[in-house]
């Protein structure tokens, strides 16, 4: 089995208007999605399309009209790239929970053929399927290596990527935001940086880091222990957080469809079906000239 079981930390940071941090140990699965239909054999307590502990279920992924998630994922990067994923392609998500399911963000690596995320090779393409809440909206951005990743002293390859902000996440970020994403990969560990900044400054910003394990009977009943209900945890401590900082004074942003039609963002990213969001770093570092392309789809 090529599948893993992820687990590490999430961590947030608001710098502006107001401070805020949090921390959380999280547990996510990396699904290699040649396996979605013979990964649940590895536990009775793991369903596919049916109610248990933990499922999946087709209609909470990408594109879910088209039947084959790998058929759905090769036909957005092929939309978006021109590429033809030829490699594996590994899911990073949270499963249902006791039929329950909320992802922020579900990323999909695409390798190029004989490339493997075990050994920590970077993706040729990554698309970072977004969900918002309440509203239970879907954005994708995908996010198109240029293949000169630069290797730190530790041994990281980083990719980055720079772009302009076209979904309404979190009634606490406005739209006029811009994102630096970094992802970087060394062996079976992984870091997802991502900074959010406005008008030059630096306002948010998130990192998830975990450490693979290979996906089996035993890892899973000894996930379930540790991250029993992650799903509705995640919630929760959105909905907590939330209410921490209004009671902090932080401004809130209306979703851009309910604006004004005469309001500058009115509607920002709705109808994106694959524009080029590119944009030039907001740091100068010294891998700026790596920053991969990205592009918008509102799905």
Not at 90 to 113: A, D, K, M, W
Not at 114 to 127: A, F, H, M, N, T
Not at 275 to 282: E, Q
């Amino acid at each position: 089995m090529s599948t893993d079981w992820l687990e590490g930390t999430i961590r947030h940071r608001r710098k502006l208007p107001v401070l805020h941090d949090f921390t959380y140990k999280i547990g996510m699965i990396a699904l290699d999605i040649d396996e979605w239909s013979t990964v649940t054999a590895a536990s009775p307590f793991f369903s596919l399309e049916r109610f248990n502990w933990m499922s999946l279920y087709r209609k909470d992924y990408l594109d879910p009209e088209v039947p084959s998630l790998r058929q759905a994922v090769y036909n957005r990067v092929k939309s978006s790239t021109g590429w033809a994923p030829d490699g594996p392609i590994e899911l990073i998500t949270h499963p249902r929970y006791l039929g329950y399911v909320f992802n922020p963000v579900s990323f999909y690596l695409c390798y190029e053929q004989d490339e493997s995320p075990q050994k920590g090779d970077v993706p040729r393409v990554i698309l970072a399927q977004i969900t918002n809440t309440p509203w239970k909206e879907r954005h994708v951005y995908c996010l198109e290596s240029n293949g000169h990743e630069p290797v730190n002293r530790d041994g990281w390859h980083t990719q980055r990527f720079a772009f302009g902000k076209r979904f309404h996440v979190s009634p606490f970020n406005g739209m006029d935001q811009h994102y630096d994403w970094l992802f970087s990969f060394r062996g079976p560990e992984l870091r997802v940086h991502m900074n959010v900044t406005q008008g030059q400054k630096k306002h948010f910003d998130a990192t998830l880091v975990v450490q693979r394990t290979p996906f089996d009977r035993k890892v899973l009943h000894k996930s379930l222990m540790k991250f029993p209900l992650e799903t509705l945890k995640g919630t929760a401590g959105i909905y907590w957080n939330a209410l921490k900082l209004k009671t902090k004074g932080a401004p809130f942003y209306t979703n851009p469809d309910k604006l004004d039609q005469n309001a500058r963002d009115y509607r920002k990213g709705a109808d994106d079906q694959g524009i080029d969001i590119t944009t030039v770093p907001a740091t100068t570092t010294n891998d700026q000239e790596h920053a991969g392309r990205v592009s918008s789809w509102r799905t």
